[in-house]
């Protein structure tokens, strides 16, 4: 019998490969880059499932360009906001993601960071790479301390806990967070207290950003945002860049009106050369490696291909979004 006809649109570890091998008729693209609109809609004609990474936008004209075959998208990430899931749901095509495995490296990127951020660590490396270190300097590099500051967290959902924990365990800060929901358990075990956006922004030192990128969260860190958070804040982001509005985080950094800040991710993805947030000091930007440690990556491939494989025998998959 033939087996299932499967995209995938970037390589994954090697175990998921040779996985993906086994089961299916699978194509894989091998290029770093993404393949182009024209290039993806052509590859996956006749698919039976594709999975997706979050560069990929899967709307419509993407279920036009499969074909009625297809069962199943498997994203490769927690994160879907690439995905028009109720033109998923419309036509009966299943949606997984991968979450859970992803919770404590994303977490720790934050912290890293935020740890990096306060104590100018970039800007210390390139100092010394730069030849300008001459000797032990009594007012240079000074940064934050960490200790019993204020941390604000925006979406205290997996991710936002595990580094409410670390911050609260770990350096003893006090917890403030806005959530769709309150959180009673995090509100007892981290003496959580949960604000408005408004006040979360007025009372803390660090502000990072745990939510999902949707239409009420796209751009809410603008330049009214960035203008209630205290002048020495540090701002982080290894949610989606889509929630800050770029330019007014720029603006923020250059005049002052925040401290610092720390980005896993950026808008647009990856940003160019010559873009503005790759300029400043006071920004350190990684390029969206939350995720990417190799039990983790590991366990995402294990999940993304069991909803796979799932979806195309049209079962309920391990972990749907639908
Ligand atoms: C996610 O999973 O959504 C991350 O952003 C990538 O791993």
Request: hydrophobic residues 40%; contains cysteine.
């Amino acid at each position: 019998m033939s087996q299932p006809k499967v995209f995938v649109t970037r390589k994954i570890v090697q175990a998921g490969l040779d996985r993906l091998q086994n089961e299916f008729d699978v194509e894989i693209w091998e290029d770093a880059a993404p393949p182009s609109r024209e290039v993806l809609l052509e590859k996956i004609r006749g698919c039976h499932g594709v999975l997706t990474m979050l560069s990929e936008k899967v709307d419509d004209e993407f279920f036009e360009a499969a074909g009625d075959q297809l069962k199943v998208i498997s994203q490769y990430a927690v994160g879907y906001n690439n995905i028009d899931v109720e033109a998923a749901k419309k036509r009966g095509i299943a949606v997984g993601n991968t979450p859970g495995v992803l919770t404590n490296a994303t977490a720790d990127m934050a912290f890293a960071l935020l740890i990096a951020s306060a104590r100018r660590l970039i800007e210390g490396d390139q100092y010394i790479h730069n030849g300008n270190w001459k000797s032990w300097e009594p007012l240079g590099h000074i940064g934050w301390d960490l200790e019993g500051k204020t941390v604000g967290i925006v979406g205290l959902g997996r991710i936002g806990e595990t580094f409410a924990k670390r911050c609260q365990g770990g350096w003893d800060m006090k917890v403030l967070y806005t959530s769709r929901s309150p959180k009673p358990e995090a509100e007892q075990k981290l003496s959580a207290v949960r604000v408005e956006f408004e006040e979360l922004l007025e009372r803390s030192d660090f502000v990072s950003v745990h939510c999902d990128l949707n239409e009420e969260t796209k751009g809410m860190f603008n330049a009214a945002a960035f203008e209630r958070m205290k002048n020495d804040a540090i701002f982080i982001n290894t949610a989606r860049g889509g929630i800050h509005v770029q330019p007014d985080l720029v603006q923020a950094l250059k005049t002052g009106q925040i401290g610092a800040a720390g980005l896993d991710v950026t808008d647009p993805e990856p940003p160019s050369l010559n873009d503005e947030i790759l300029q400043l000091a006071n920004c350190l930007v990684a390029p969206h490696i939350g995720s990417a440690t190799t039990s983790t990556r590991n366990n995402m491939a294990e999940i993304a291909i069991d909803n796979l494989a799932l979806g195309i025998d049209g079962k309920p998959l391990r972990c749907s979004v639908t």
